[in-house]
């Protein structure tokens, strides 16, 4: 295999410039893949990790995730009858037993769960009045699950109990009402109940439609104004693990019967779009490398054309079809494995270079600058498919020296 | 037992065209033989057959007794490599590697030296051909002649049975023709070895011990001494 190694080093030597042509194809495919790699990666790695930071991990919702089967379909199943235009029975929405529910919750190790009702209120303020969506919580254990003291700006949570009736809401909304923090709103529920609210905290979130459209409340207060006594319709859940809440969501469905919704469900569209971008990543970086695979071929092709003499006496001399083929194969993956080993250089320095870029806003968040995942798996990966096209692009014209009959070429020589 | 025989070898070629037909002969060791005739009499297709480089249409040719018409591919060179060597007319050294690189080429194929032994037998081929101070050049460093040796001490790398060589001298001048036939004719009184050389030079093949004689691709005269 050294004797095999040594002869392709030295026919490639041969053609030193044509060599670094190719070499930097694949260099340069590399480095791409791993700079625009690096980018989205990082950018999606930075979001999930904020999905992760604000939201709770397991939703449990108030719903089923199919229909319930009405009395009147269980009654008469396959039968002679059909039952047409059911109306199903009405039935008081929130999530049963929530209290049991809520202890078993509590006894998974690493998880720590929150009730909370949410419902739609209009705040009325002066002559103007804005619908908003009220969560009433439990601020110790609400705490444990979601960090909406991080986002307040004035006030604190505590102050909710403190107050009667304490409301918090976001900061675009307080404008929008014109309210300050100690003044007092009517809220009003779809089912007629009103109560007068002391703002108590405003947040800022970052996130427009939270910051224009959300309140907060005690669980218990929001109970009185949606007139749900005791009802709870959600319970949160976060856990230590968040690799786990999928599987664990799927437990609780199958266990609990209500609808449960892990993270990833819940940004099921956004983590597909990532599933796109990776794919376009993957076909741009694909493209360079078949052009940079088309660059190998073109070497390894040329080595053959000029190089039939000494294949002819190399096989004369004993060597077998699978010799010679291994021979120019191993050219390529030489080739391969130098793009890949500069590409890697290159790339690093690319990420560098995207590292000093600064922008001149500033996202809600607070980055002016690209977010880059400084992974060696990115690196494995673009040098495994760097040498893996070269070797493949060897693979032709590898076989066609292999097949060559030295018989052939010494006739023409002489 | 017989070093090479071959029985009733025909080689047409798919077009109809008989390059060689029903030869028949044996070659012992120790013997030089100059295969003649004019241009397309079919004597470097009959070599090439006889080195195992091409396959008989018919018949059958046998190496130290063993019939090589049914071995496959990866046999037959590796018999190449323990058993032949060639010469062409045209050197074909590899152009990146010095003379003794090239020769320990087949050496390190083979691989049954370990690399100093096989560097060693390398450079003593090279000494005996009167190499010694070309072995670190590259071939388009060295004249005609020496290049030709070169690929001489190539062919005898790993100590031959049988050394086949197809108008060896072709690019060669007087002198160094001769000389060329000196090595062959000591190789095969020397080291007991066959030496088969296709040549259409009578005075050259006058040197060897036997002369066999092509016209059409059949066997027309075929003398000893």
């Known amino acids: 295999m050294k004797l095999i190694l040594d002869l392709a080093r030295g026919m490639l030597s041969r053609r030193r410039r044509q060599t670094l042509v190719s070499v930097l194809g694949v260099a340069l495919g590399v480095a791409f893949f791993i700079a625009i790699a690096s980018l989205m990666r990082g950018f999606q790695t930075y979001f999930i990790q904020q999905v992760i930071d604000v939201q709770p991990h397991i939703v449990i919702k108030d719903e089923t995730r199919t229909p319930l089967p009405q009395a009147a379909e269980m009654a008469v199943t396959d039968g002679a009858v059909s039952v047409n235009g059911v109306k199903p029975r009405d039935r008081v929405r929130g999530i049963r037993a929530s209290g049991d529910k809520l202890a078993i919750l509590e006894a998974i190790p690493g998880a720590a769960a929150a009730p909370i009702l949410t419902g739609s209120a209009l705040l009325r303020y002066g002559a103007r009045d804005v619908t908003v969506t009220i969560t009433g919580i439990d601020p110790p254990r609400y705490r444990r699950v979601a960090n909406l003291e991080k986002d307040l700006i004035r006030g604190s949570l505590e102050d909710l109990r403190s107050a009667a009736n304490g409301l918090i809401i976001g900061d675009t909304l307080a404008q929008r009402l014109g309210v300050q923090l100690g003044d007092t709103v009517i809220a009003v529920s779809p089912r007629g109940v009103s109560l007068q609210m002391k703002i108590v905290g405003i947040f800022h979130t970052g996130i427009v439609t939270l910051d224009q459209t959300t309140g907060y409340a005690l669980l218990k207060v929001n109970q009185v104004l949606q007139d749900r006594p005791n009802v709870v319709n959600q319970i949160l859940l976060r856990l230590a693990d968040v690799t786990q809440a999928e599987p664990l969501a799927r437990q609780i469905e199958a266990r609990f019967g209500d609808r449960t919704e892990s993270w990833e469900e819940q940004n099921a569209n956004i983590l597909t779009v990532f599933v796109i971008q990776n794919a376009i990543m993957y076909s741009v970086t694909g493209a360079i490398l078949l052009v940079a695979a088309f660059g190998i071929y073109n070497i390894i092709s040329t080595v053959v054309f000029e190089k039939t003499r000494d294949i002819a006496i190399l096989k004369s001399l004993g060597f077998t079809e699978g010799d010679i083929q291994r021979l120019f194969l191993v050219q390529g993956i030489i080739a391969g494995v130098l793009g890949a080993a500069l590409g890697c250089v290159l790339g690093q320095l690319m990420i560098e270079g995207l590292a000093q870029v600064r922008f001149q806003t500033e996202t809600p968040a607070g980055n002016d600058r690209f977010l880059l995942a400084r992974d060696w798996r990115i690196f494995a990966v673009a040098s495994f498919f760097a040498v893996a096209s070269a070797a493949l692009a060897a693979v032709i014209p590898a076989r066609r020296a292999a097949r060559l009959d030295p018989v052939q070429v010494v006739r023409g020589a002489a | ?225």
């Open chain 2, 1 to 225: 037992m017989t070093l090479l025989s071959a029985e009733g070898v025909t080689k047409r070629l798919a077009e109809g065209v008989t390059l060689v037909s029903d030869i028949s002969l044996s070659i012992e060791g120790g013997e030089f033989v100059a295969i003649t005739g004019p241009s397309g009499s079919g004597k470097s297709s009959l070599l090439y057959l006889l080195g195992l480089l091409d396959r008989p249409s018919e018949g059958r040719v046998l190496l130290e007794g063993r019939d090589t018409a049914a071995l496959p591919a990866p046999e037959l060179a590796a018999l190449r490599l323990a058993r032949l060597g060639f010469v062409f007319q045209f050197h074909f050294l590899l152009p990146e590697f010095s003379a003794l690189d090239n020769v320990l080429i087949p050496i390190r194929r083979r691989g049954a030296l370990k690399p100093a032994a096989a560097e060693a037998r390398a450079m003593a081929l090279l000494d005996a051909l009167g190499l010694a101070e070309a072995a670190a050049k590259l071939p388009e460093q060295l004249s005609g002649g020496m290049r030709q040796r070169v690929a001489i001490a190539r062919a005898l790398a790993n100590d031959p049975a049988l050394l086949l060589a197809d108008e060896p001298t072709g690019n060669l001048d007087t002198r160094n023709a001769a000389a060329v036939f000196d090595i062959f004719a000591r190789l095969a009184r020397e080291d007991g070895r066959a030496v088969v050389v296709v040549t259409h030079d009578a005075e050259l093949a006058r040197r060897t011990t036997r002369r066999i004689h092509l016209v059409d691709g059949r066997i027309v005269s075929d003398e000893c001494g």
